[in-house]
Nanobody, 119 residues
Framework: QVQLVESGGGLVQPGGSLRLSCAASGVTFSNYVMGWFRQAPGKERELVAR????????YYADSVKGRFTISRDDAKNTVDLQMNSLNSEDTAVYYCAARLVSAVKYIHWGQGTQVTVSS
């Protein structure tokens, strides 16, 4: 059974940083693309970043490019999202998700973690 569990959200001041972590189990990582999504109040869910477990096929949304970094931690079996220079527009619930490399749709989702950027 695939399980994705996010952690690391919280309240941070504008300009600050947070690191989100997604602990994944029940997957053969080499077969999956891991993604971080976010959904702000009243907005649609959007893809923020994604990568293959190999570390290739990395994508960032224009709104976070240069500020966010997606990576994996082999020792912890996690996919992390380092978020720097945060601003109020980054406030959202962040979700970790996984899809098969051969698929388009993300089929496994975490429960989400709240990130609030406010002074």
């Amino acid at each position: 059974q695939v399980q994705l569990v996010e952690s690391g959200g919280g309240l941070v001041q504008p300009g600050g940083s947070l690191r989100l972590s997604c602990a994944a189990s029940g997957v053969t990582f080499s077969n999956y693309v891991m993604g971080w999504f976010r959904q702000a109040p009243g907005k649609e869910r959007e893809l923020v970043a994604r990568m293959r477990w190999s570390g290739r096929y990395i994508y960032y949304a224009d709104s976070v490019k240069g500020r966010f970094t997606i990576s994996r931690d082999d020792a912890k079996n996690t996919v992390d999202l380092q978020m720097n220079s945060l601003n109020s527009e980054d406030t959202a619930v962040y979700y970790c998700a996984a899809r098969l490399v051969s698929a388009v749709k993300y089929i496994h989702w975490g429960q989400g973690t709240q990130v609030t950027v406010s002074s």
